[in-house]
Nanobody, 121 residues
Framework: QEQLVESGGGLVQAGDSLRLSCAAS????????MAWFRQNPGKEREFVAV????????NYAASVKDRFTISRDNAKNTVYLQMNSLKPEDTALYYC??????????????WGQGTQVTVSS
């Protein structure tokens, strides 16, 4: 079983950067693809990025491609989301998730509690 804890969120201005981290406490971290999703109140959880268990094949939502970078360090049981050129529309609660490689929320077995990112204009 994996427990996931996100950190690194905050309040920034448009154009700024943030790096989110997600630390896993289980022993099977390197068996799972890891993904980031985001959600705003009243809206569905939205796929942001995914990376395979080995760190290959990063894939991104069109809205963040070329601005966000997902990476992982299996030695540290941690996945990262580097977010550059942030926009107000990136404002959301960001979740990390562990599971099968894909863009659907139902493909992931474990979820963190989320970290808030707020981008002011």
């Amino acid at each position: 079983q994996e427990q996931l804890v996100e950190s690194g969120g905050g309040l920034v201005q448009a154009g700024d950067s943030l790096r989110l981290s997600c630390a896993a406490s289980g022993r099977t971290f390197n068996r799972y693809a890891m993904a980031w999703f985001r959600q705003n109140p009243g809206k569905e959880r939205e796929f942001v990025a995914v990376i395979s268990s080995t760190g290959a094949n990063p894939n991104y939502a069109a809205s963040v491609k070329d601005r966000f970078t997902i990476s992982r360090d299996n030695a540290k049981n941690t996945v990262y989301l580097q977010m550059n050129s942030l926009k107000p529309e990136d404002t959301a609660l960001y979740y990390c998730a562990a599971g099968a490689y894909g863009s659907g929320a139902n493909e992931y077995y474990y979820w963190g509690q989320g970290t808030q990112v707020t981008v002011s204009s």
